[in-house]
């Protein structure tokens, strides 16, 4: 199957889980939950939106420092925010990782470092996912067991955690490497290369993997707390505890590349988790939408510096002409 028409499936999946949830709505009472939420806890959430990309952007500085190539704050923002854009809005071009990796070699980081650099800051994100995922079903199993898939979760997530430890060790990056299993590098997939490249990043900054590891768990707090925000928002009384094991449980099984970037089994996933909680289907439903187009506001941020670049390019290559 071509990369183009798995792109497709995955992107008619994803639509089709959302058009999925909007159809079962009872529009009145969708209607009602909306037009009633709070604006206060939607600026919570909306700071919460902005500690999130904070800890984002300065776990990646923290790992191209370790490379030599220390980047500002703004600069690193600006290539978030166009891979946000590209993850959402362009699923059958250029990825946001992609996007991300090519940025930083058109500002001198040598191409191979910065793709690196990219594999591993996803891997430390979702390595604190995953931790965070063990902990909430732990805790999700011994305060509502029967009430949501908490030990699947975590169980899934422990392997998750487990997989990405033992490659990030030297020693273990190294047997695996020379096992007979494993041919050469170069006969890998591309996605297996790139990943193989990000956990050898990782591997040999043992200290500074560490230091990114706080701010990628700062990053899922924050998410949390955005994702309580937006439920308090909506009328959902549940306590910040409970987003802790629900969000990362989701999350975790949104990574998972069934649909571009998570569209749709992500929203599913919340409304079958508040569900099981008792908060009716419409108030869910509303809330795992507004989440997702909360999220949004940041890719269309990168989009508009997107078609920035491009005029801007176009006016340089124009003026070139001239002269």
């Known amino acids: 199957m071509s990369k183009g028409v798995a792109a497709a499936l995955r992107l008619v999946v994803g639509l089709g889980a ?3 949830l909007v159809m079962r709505m009872e529009p009145g009472r969708a209607w009602a939950v909306l037009s009633s939420s709070d ?4 600026l919570v959430a909306l700071a919460a939106q902005v500690g999130s990309k ?11 420092a370790s490379t030599g190539h220390r980047r500002g704050l703004g600069e690193l923002l600006r290539l978030i925010l166009l891979g946000l854009f590209f993850n959402n809005f362009l699923p059958t071009s250029v990825g946001g990782d992609v996007a991300r990796g090519l940025g930083l070699a058109a500002r001198g980081v040598p191409r191979a470092t910065a793709a690196a650099s990219v594999v591993g800051d996803r891997l430390i994100g979702l390595l604190a996912l995953g931790i965070m995922a063990v902990v909430g079903g732990v805790i999700g199993t011994v305060l509502w067991p029967g009430e949501g898939p908490w030990m699947t979760a975590g169980v899934f997530a422990l392997a ?6 033992g490659l990030t060790r030297p020693e273990v990056l190294d047997r695996f490497a020379r096992s007979r299993f494993v041919p050469d590098v170069g006969g890998l997939p591309g996605k297996v290369q790139r990943v193989l490249s990000g956990v050898s990043f990782l591997a040999a900054r043992g200290p500074t993997t560490s230091r990114a590891l706080v701010f990628s768990l700062g990053l899922s707090a924050c998410s949390a707390v955005y994702h309580w925000s937006i439920g308090r928002a909506v009328g959902i009384s549940m306590g910040l505890t409970a987003y802790f094991v629900i969000v990362p449980a989701v999350m975790i099984v949104a990574a998972l590349p069934i649909t571009m970037n998570g569209l749709g089994i992500r929203e599913l996933g919340f409304v079958g ?4 909680q008792g908060i009716p289907s419409e ?6 939408l507004l989440a997702f187009v909360g999220t949004l506001g940041f890719a269309v941020a990168g989009g ?14 124009a003026g070139a002409e001239e002269v």
């Open 18 to 20: 959302l058009t999925f």
């Open 39 to 42: 604006p206060k806890w939607l």
């Open 54 to 64: 904070a800890c984002w952007i300065l776990r990646w500085r923290t790992l191209l």
């Open 160 to 165: 998750v955690v487990g997989l990405i430890v």
């Open 273 to 276: 988790l508040l569900g099981a």
């Open 283 to 288: 108030t869910a439903t509303v809330f795992a």
């Open 304 to 317: 508009l510096l997107f078609v920035a670049g491009v005029r801007s390019s176009t006016r340089d290559r």
